[in-house]
């Protein structure tokens, strides 16, 4: 039976920060460290609410997959959140802040600050009922979208797209190496696996972007699960993001704001990285 509640019932009214004092620090919550790396790199509005607590709330609902509206109380309101998030992804702080955090983690590792080989692979989820662009993947079964990822030797992200699921992967592949090639100007080699080698992309890699595509094949002698040279790396890199439940789904409508997701996720994971690199130095 339904619970009824009166007609008159008041709506609870929640306290601002200030009579409340500083909040418990949620598990997802940027260090000063992490934040001071973060903080030149995304662009402020004049009435700034605090950009900090602004995406210590966008990574509260990546790791724990909540929703906007569902987000709690002690962060600013769930719409003054999503304004800032959607402006960071116009303006490019998100792409940039992604990009920069990478080279600092390609440094701290002594790597050249830009990668000079990568990996391609890609990743079929199934969406929610929020609408927008989807289709079938035949082979994994899966009705949904396809996040194609070309990442570096270390397995940071160099570039990445999502498509409708439906499309193939060596026709997803070219809008994404296309995209990557103005970005990487030391990108020489890419592995991929057997499925990009139809359609004569390895020529289109090298007539349009200058560098080579190299299938790794599976061994014909191997039986069962067998780690293939390379290209674990990307595999490896899909699993990352992962443990973020947003991302267990693709819950957005555009497709931009789910690419944003997965770069957001990283810089999350990259500012730990180096957070903890620093301690140990």
């Excluded at 270390?154 to 296309?178: C, F, N, R």
Aim: charged share 30%; aromatic share 8%; with cysteine.
């Amino acid at each position: 039976m339904l619970r009824r509640y009166p007609k008159n019932r008041k709506a609870r009214s929640t306290p601002p920060r200030s009579a409340r004092g500083p909040r418990r620090p949620y598990d997802t919550d940027l260090t000063d460290d992490q934040w001071a790396r973060v903080a030149p790199l995304l662009s402020a509005k004049r009435s700034d609410p605090d950009r900090r607590e602004v995406l210590n709330a966008v990574l509260y609902l990546l790791r724990t997959g909540c929703s906007w509206r569902l987000l709690p109380h002690d962060f600013p309101p769930h719409g003054t959140v999503a304004d800032y998030y959607r402006m960071w992804q116009a303006d490019g702080s998100i792409d940039r802040t992604h990009d920069e955090l990478r080279r600092q983690v390609r440094l701290a590792a002594g790597r050249d600050p830009e990668p000079s080989a990568g990996c391609l692979d890609s990743q079929s989820v199934k969406t929610a009922e929020q609408g927008g662009v989807k289709g079938f993947d035949a082979g994994k079964k899966v009705k949904g979208r396809k996040r194609h990822l070309l990442v570096d030797t270390m397995g940071l992200i160099v570039a990445v797209v999502v498509h409708s699921a439906g499309v193939q992967d060596y026709d997803g592949a070219k809008p994404l190496l296309a995209g990557a090639r103005g970005t990487s100007p030391r990108l020489q080699h890419i592995w991929a696996d057997g499925v990009y080698e139809r359609r004569g992309l390895p020529a289109w890699v090298s007539a349009e972007c200058g560098w080579t595509l190299e299938v790794v094949k599976r061994s014909a002698e191997a039986k069962g699960f067998v780690v293939q040279p390379r290209r674990w790396v990307g595999e490896r890199t899909f699993a990352w993001p992962g443990r973020y439940r947003r991302l267990s789904r693709d819950y957005e409508r555009l497709t931009r704001t789910s690419e944003m997701m997965v770069k957001t996720s990283m810089i999350h994971i990259m500012a730990r990285r180096l957070d903890k690199a620093a301690q140990t130095a």
